[in-house]
């Protein structure tokens, strides 16, 4: 909601600042620049990135308009759930979960859990990390070894997508540039038309200036710090779990690995201890 709020207010603002001194709207409207410097823009993307991230690009990149933010419930709904479903392996055993890690969406205790079970990133590290520690008898060390790994590939993945958003970001004022230069040979060749037809190529060709540096400020390098932000929660997010299954596997009764997990949860969607207290215990305040 952010983001759309965002938009709009940069939007309104450019729109106010160049109307109200008495600029013609229909000025900035000038096809020519917007092919110009999308259809560059979009090339550029083609000629630096593999087929594969530019489909990672196309996934990921509309999840900046959505809602990743998890709250303290959320967080304190899914050490719940961890809790309860590591109770259950004190007293039957780790087998006795096994349904639950194999089928979590029909997992009456998982399923609970809206925000995990429909983030595929967090119910899969969590159901693959808990298969591993129920196939044998897996050292802890070796667990931590197994988590870490995943979450520096998940990092590894996404990075070059922040990367290859804001490329193109800085790309847009040169491209912008290069629209403007086009325009101005444009100018030069139509000298003879007259003072109003030059003035007319000159505007078009600095809006194509105009359009770079708003795209590249204005937007797409906002939207990759937006991205990157999105991306860096995530990872925190396979961290708090990972945090959890390990000081369970260590030993540690399920409560004390929730609380354990709790002190890796940013301090904005943090529960203060007598809040996960209170809700392991089945109460919500």
Same mark, same amino acid.
């Given at each position: ?6 938009i ?12 109200? &001194? ?25 000629? +630096?990135? &593999?087929?594969?991230?530019? @489909? ?5 990149? &509309?999840g900046?308009? #959505? =809602? ?6 959320d967080?304190?709904?899914?050490? @719940? ?21 194999? =089928? ?9 859990? #809206? @925000? *995990? ?8 590290? *969590?159901?693959?990390?808990? @298969? ?8 802890p ?26 490329r193109?970001?800085?790309?847009? &004022? ?23 037809a030059v003035?007319?190529?000159?505007? +078009?060709?600095?809006?194509g ?11 797409? =390098?906002?939207? +990759?710090? =937006? ?16 945090? *959890? ?27 203060? *201890? ?6 392991l215990?089945?109460? #919500?305040?």
């Amino acid at each position: 909601m952010l983001v759309i709020i965002g938009i709009v207010v940069v939007f309104v603002s450019i729109i106010l600042g160049f109307t109200i &001194p008495g600029g013609n709207l229909i000025l900035l409207f000038q096809i020519s620049e917007f092919i110009t410097i999308g259809g560059a823009a979009i090339g550029s993307v083609l000629i +630096a990135s &593999p087929m594969p991230l530019i @489909k990672k690009i196309i996934s990921v990149f &509309p999840g900046i308009f #959505k =809602n990743h933010k998890s709250s303290k419930e959320d967080y304190s709904e899914m050490l @719940k759930a961890f809790c309860d479903l590591f109770l259950i392996a004190q007293r039957e055993g780790l087998l006795a979960i096994e349904k639950h890690v194999e =089928n979590p969406d029909t997992s009456e205790i998982l399923s609970r859990n #809206k @925000k *995990f079970i429909n983030d595929p990133v967090r119910k899969n590290f *969590f159901c693959d990390t808990m @298969k591993v520690m129920l196939a044998g008898s897996v050292p802890p060390h070796e667990m931590e070894n197994l988590m870490d790994a995943e979450i520096e590939t998940f990092e590894k993945e996404n990075h070059p997508v922040v990367e290859a958003i804001t490329r193109v970001a800085d790309a847009m &004022p040169g491209l912008g540039i290069v629209a403007a230069v086009l325009g101005i040979i444009i100018t030069m060749a139509s000298i003879n038309q007259g003072a109003e037809a030059v003035g007319h190529h000159v505007a +078009a060709a600095l809006v194509g200036t105009f359009l770079g540096v708003l795209l590249s400020y204005g937007f797409i =390098n906002p939207m +990759a710090a =937006n991205l990157a932000l999105i991306l860096e929660e995530k990872a925190q997010d396979l961290t708090i779990i990972k945090t *959890f299954i390990l000081a369970y596997a260590k030993g540690n009764p399920p409560f004390v690995a929730a609380e354990i997990a709790r002190r890796t949860i940013f301090s904005d969607e943090r529960p203060s *201890f007598a809040e996960l207290e209170t809700f392991l215990r089945g109460k #919500k305040e």
